[in-house]
């Protein structure tokens, strides 16, 4: 049983920013997301994008805002359960929660934040009829373990940032890569691109543009897959793996029978005072959410963040009173004994 002050749901952008808001009111944080590594739709979907909205940065890449986040939050020592999707949720007679996820991990907290974003992100699957049956004997969605394509054959299929950035760093590890599009144009960061192309140059990248992968072949695990390409007759190209990434689909997933109100697929709360939900201790913050006037961007996220986390700390601490110090005074003190502070004014006489 992990046990902490805070459970959030959802490692993206406003997930990460309220452990280092409960970190100033000294409350411990956990993070549950589907998704293999920190960062949401930031890490996933459009890392190499850039993010004009963010407040002291004119511009900033979205997985550099991600990495920039880990950095602010290190010192407060937060916990991750990565790659497991929070399933079920039980109120405790005390007040707490547990949440178990899909993998049967358990979490126990008082408060609740989902910061899920637009919900837990599902694969976007080709339509190749028996695809569902070679998942995880050789078809993955998302590449989790690069370690598992050592010395392997890999197929790559999509045109998107994704595809051509794990298709660029499985070269040094594959024993060959196949990139595979429908289309001859990739809508990717234009260094990738480049890349690509400079890989296939040099004969490290088997492209094959414009086609698709219409069938799976193997019986225990991937074999081959059939690949057509445009006014060609279909051919099988052998491989051990097989990799669509074609993006993600949010879905509110679990969470939707939880009990809570929902409008629209996102969650309602209460926006006039702390993000809370219909069900006292949990939380919603974020793109997850919604009330009047919402805004579905990262800095509002950040914004109802730490609103937030002012009721845990009332929730959690309710016999206690926080003084709230701007960090500039009081400084950045971290649990793992690290602190930030500013210059001492030095006290002397001019003569």
């Given amino acids: 049983m992990i046990q902490t002050d805070i459970l959030i749901i959802g490692a993206g952008p406003t997930g990460l920013f309220t452990v280092f808001e ?8 956990h993070l549950i997301d589907a998704l293999p590594q920190p960062g949401g739709q930031c890490s996933e979907i459009y890392p190499k994008k850039p993010i004009y909205d963010i407040p002291a940065y004119p511009e900033i890449l979205a997985g550099d805002l991600t990495n920039k986040l880990l950095e602010q939050i290190k010192q407060f020592e937060p916990g991750f359960t990565l790659g497991e999707r929070a ?23 008082p408060v609740v934040a989902i910061a899920g974003g637009l919900g837990s992100f599902e694969p976007r699957k080709p339509l190749i ?15 989790k373990e690069p370690e598992l394509y050592r010395d ?7 045109g998107g940032d994704s595809a051509l950035d794990w298709s660029i760093f499985l070269t040094d590890i594959a024993k060959s890569v196949t990139l595979i599009h429908r289309r001859n144009e990739f809508r990717g960061a234009l260094d990738s691109v480049e890349k690509v192309q400079e890989l296939k140059n040099l004969g490290k990248i088997h492209l094959i543009t414009p086609a698709e992968v219409k069938g799976i072949l193997g019986n225990d695990h991937v074999t081959g897959v059939v690949v057509e390409e445009k006014d060609n007759e279909p051919y099988i190209l052998d491989t051990d793996h097989f990799i669509p990434l074609f993006g993600l ?27 809370q939900t219909n069900i006292p201790g949990i939380y919603a913050i974020g793109d997850v959410n919604t009330y009047p006037g919402k805004l579905k961007l990262i800095l509002c996220g950040f914004h109802e963040a730490t609103l937030m986390c002012q009721s845990a ?18 400084g950045v003190e971290g ?7 500013a210059p001492k004014a030095v006290v002397k006489a001019i003569e």
């Fill in 22 to 29: 409960a970190g100033l009111l000294k409350l411990r944080c």
């Fill in 87 to 109: 399933d079920s949720i039980e109120r405790q007679d005390d007040g707490t929660f547990i949440i178990t996820t899909n993998k049967g991990t358990k979490h126990k907290a």
């Fill in 129 to 143: 009829e028996n695809i569902a049956k070679f998942e995880d004997k050789g078809v993955e969605y998302m590449i």
């Fill in 152 to 158: 392997k054959d890999v197929v790559i299929a999509g």
């Fill in 249 to 275: 689909a949010p879905k509110l997933g679990p969470i939707a029978n939880w009990g809570l109100e929902i409008e629209k697929n996102a969650i309602k709360v209460n926006n006039a005072l702390d993000y």
């Fill in 313 to 330: 700390y009332q929730r959690i601490h309710p016999d206690k009173k926080y003084v709230m110090k701007y960090t500039t005074v009081g």
């Fill in 335 to 341: 649990f793992d004994g690290t602190k930030k502070e």
